[in-house]
DNA sequence: CAGGCATACTCGTATAGACGAGTGGGCAAG
DNA sequence: CTTGCCCACTCGTCTATACGAGTATGCCTG
């Protein structure tokens, strides 16, 4: 027999319009934003919101899917339903690709991480030439074949980002860049060492729901949209040297830009 | 008698321990991602899929809840469930606040919107002074009160945008600010004009679920995140001058950002 | 012909029941 | 005491049924 659920929850209004399993829905919305419910809290069972409110099971789980689809909660099989947590964001800056940065050696994904004292985590390398998609092929200039490197990033063991680096044939082959560790500064270094100076990046931002591979690679809880970021980079020739394509756990990140007024 | 679904769907596989609902929802998935049913198209109703594969009709539900939280299709109360359309896409460029765009006297929200041949409106304007809350009060240095200019953005009569600017007091009050129509160029102009001139913005971007009220306000459908954005623009003298808060409906939208390598 | 109603289709809401499977605690056997 | 099993509790999946409410169509009535 469930025990009865802490008294945090009222009653339904049969007179309302609102369908019961919205007014349950709702009450459990302002339970957690009150605080009623903490981050990482277990809510009242199936079993015993059926008793509380006297509606079917059905019902219940109807109300924990709309709030599942806010991403609010999440269930776990043979647990129960908790407040989901926010997990710790990480902040991009628009500065973060600058030439001072580069200079130090470590990736910045790395350094970055350990500063904000997380352990940070790259895998899912793969690095190899492929067709060029229609839409690389064009922010690229219309070529056909590209090196394509590809890694996912983790943060203190969860992944939050999954990025593929496009780059020309003609710049990449044969150079540290086609190789898996491409060496201190990362690929922006090795490209200005071969003589593409980087004059600006590009960055167009997306966000949608994830796919289903997407929600696996990323393990996206329900609820969890995906940042999707695709950034080109110019040398000085105005010449485009780089396409990556990044997508990321929205609730694992928030961008930031520095825009001049001019 | 519901007729025949059209032969584009496959069987189940009863020996897979991939749930049913599942499966169909992949079927479904797999249909409208290679164009079987099209932008806009009406998928086979709950009954026909329900003769098609042989189960409950709570199954095909829960299949069709699947695709909603992915984004992929809308249900239409009494006419049908619908592969959704992408929307015509505002692309944000991070010049879009640049001088020389101000100095032409219309909003910059109408300007665009009708070089792209799309009817633009503004509404649900209020201008007002209130107490400022806690994170705007951080970000524009410990103010009390401000006065706060809430707008809705409509692209051809779907709101699309919900923003609201807080300025302090003491710059904004009994100004050409207060006013509902604060004239050519909007209120950055009015800002420089005052002596602000203008030096550059800081925007902040995170993606999320919405809450109830943004889907009411911005009507959206089912599985459409939104794109939180946080403006603060800075004078010459370094001062925060403006927080600019603003909720996009995502699929509405591509932000687009310059970066200097340097 | 025009208007209104009946009807058949659509999805929305809710009930009641069944079985499966993951988790964790307690109890019993070794 | 430790191991292993059982059981209670959790959510996951699925069926079957019922009624309500929005939409569209066509027929019937005036």
Same mark, same amino acid.
Do not use: W
């Given at each position: 027999?469930?025990?009865?659920?802490?008294?945090?929850?009222?009653? #339904?209004?049969?007179?309302?319009?609102?369908?019961?399993?919205?007014?349950?829905?709702?009450?459990? $919305?302002?339970?957690?934003?009150?605080?009623?419910?903490?981050?990482? %809290?277990?809510?009242?069972? *199936?079993?015993?919101?059926?008793?509380?409110?006297?509606?079917?099971?059905?019902?219940?789980?109807?109300?924990?899917?709309?709030?599942?689809?806010?991403?609010?909660?999440?269930?776990?099989?043979?647990?129960?339903?908790?407040?989901?947590?926010?997990?710790?964001?990480?902040?991009?800056?628009?500065?973060?690709?600058?030439?001072?940065?580069?200079?130090?050696?470590?990736?910045?994904?790395?350094?970055?991480?350990?500063?904000?004292?997380?352990?940070?985590?790259?895998?899912?390398? *793969?690095?190899? *030439? %492929?067709?060029?998609?229609?839409?690389?092929?064009?922010?690229?200039?219309?070529? !056909?074949?590209?090196?394509?490197?590809?890694?996912?990033?983790?943060?203190?063991?969860?992944?939050?980002?999954?990025?593929?680096?496009?780059?020309?044939?003609?710049i990449a082959r044969g150079t540290p860049i086609a190789e898996p560790n491409p060496g201190p500064g990362g690929i922006?270094?090795? #490209?200005?060492? #071969?003589?593409? $100076?980087?004059?600006?990046?590009?960055? *167009?931002?997306?966000? !949608?729901?994830?796919?289903?591979?997407?929600?696996?690679?990323?393990?996206?809880?329900?609820?969890?949209?995906?940042?999707?970021?695709?950034?080109?980079?110019?040398?000085?020739?105005?010449?485009?040297?780089?396409?990556?394509?990044?997508?990321?756990?929205?609730?694992?990140?928030?961008?930031?830009?520095?825009?001049?007024?001019?």
């Amino acid at each position: 027999m469930p025990s009865l659920p802490s008294g945090f929850l009222g009653d #339904l209004d049969p007179t309302s319009d609102r369908a019961v399993f919205r007014q349950i829905a709702d009450q459990l $919305r302002e339970a957690i934003d009150r605080g009623r419910f903490k981050e990482g %809290e277990k809510l009242p069972s *199936e079993a015993e919101l059926v008793d509380h409110y006297g509606v079917s099971r059905m019902t219940v789980r109807n109300s924990f899917s709309v709030l599942q689809g806010e991403g609010l909660v999440h269930a776990e099989h043979g647990k129960g339903v908790f407040v989901r947590p926010r997990p710790p964001v990480r902040r991009l800056a628009s500065d973060r690709f600058a030439r001072r940065h580069r200079e130090q050696g470590k990736a910045a994904f790395i350094v970055e991480a350990n500063a904000a004292g997380s352990h940070p985590q790259v895998d899912s390398l *793969e690095v190899k *030439e %492929e067709k060029a998609s229609q839409d690389v092929s064009t922010r690229l200039g219309s070529v !056909r074949r590209v090196l394509a490197r590809r890694r996912r990033y983790l943060l203190d063991g969860r992944p939050v980002e999954f990025a593929t680096s496009y780059l020309p044939l003609d710049i990449a082959r044969g150079t540290p860049i086609a190789e898996p560790n491409p060496g201190p500064g990362g690929i922006y270094a090795r #490209l200005e060492e #071969l003589g593409h $100076r980087l004059d600006h990046f590009e960055e *167009e931002i997306r966000a !949608r729901m994830p796919s289903p591979a997407e929600v696996k690679t990323l393990r996206l809880a329900s609820g969890v949209p995906v940042i999707h970021l695709i950034r080109t980079a110019f040398d000085a020739e105005g010449r485009a040297v780089e396409v990556c394509d990044t997508v990321m756990a929205a609730d694992a990140y928030v961008l930031s830009y520095q825009l001049p007024a001019t």
